[in-house]
């Protein structure tokens, strides 16, 4: 039997793949981990760049391996995200704005996002809260 809810399932996948972080310049280590409903949970790191903006966020690399092999429906993101070797994280890593409009691209407005300092210390968000109003063409 699984001692983990599904959020904290997501919180662990998150916080394993953030070992894998590359950010070496701003030591800001973000992990993701995406629920698909297909079942599936895809993961994401940051990988920064010397030329700055170049660099991706974890969320997005989260979506990216999704929407790769085809998944275009999700349920749940985790993020968790902080310096190298904090356990519990200090802070709460919320999306960043240019992620929040990526995610609301194939997510509705209910979208569970759940911003993780450590496996029980979390809070659940539903995409409207992080982004009201967000901007569709249709
Ligand atoms: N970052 C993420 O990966 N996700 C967030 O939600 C916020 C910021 C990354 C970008 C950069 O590599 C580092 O964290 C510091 O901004």
Redesign the pocket.
């Known amino acids: 039997m699984n001692k983990y809810t599904a959020e904290q399932n997501l919180i662990e996948q998150a916080l394993d793949v953030r070992k894998n972080?590359?950010?070496p310049?701003?030591k800001?280590?973000?992990g993701?981990a995406l629920l698909a409903d297909s079942g599936i949970i895809y993961t994401?790191?940051?990988?920064?760049n010397s030329a700055y903006p170049v660099?991706?966020?974890?969320?997005?690399?989260a979506f990216a391996q999704a929407l790769s092999v085809g998944e275009r429906s999700f349920q749940m993101l985790a993020?968790v995200?902080g310096k190298i070797n904090e356990y519990p994280l200090k802070n709460y890593?919320?999306?960043?704005g240019m992620?929040r409009q990526f995610i609301s691209e194939f997510c509705d407005e209910d979208f569970t996002i759940i911003l993780a300092k450590s496996i029980d210390d979390y809070k659940i968000f539903r995409l409207s809260e992080l982004l009201p109003y967000s901007f569709h063409e249709q």
């Open positions: 972080a590359y950010a310049y701003s800001f280590y973000v993701a994401g790191a940051n990988a920064e660099g991706i966020c974890a969320e997005r690399s993020i995200g890593c919320s999306p960043c992620c």
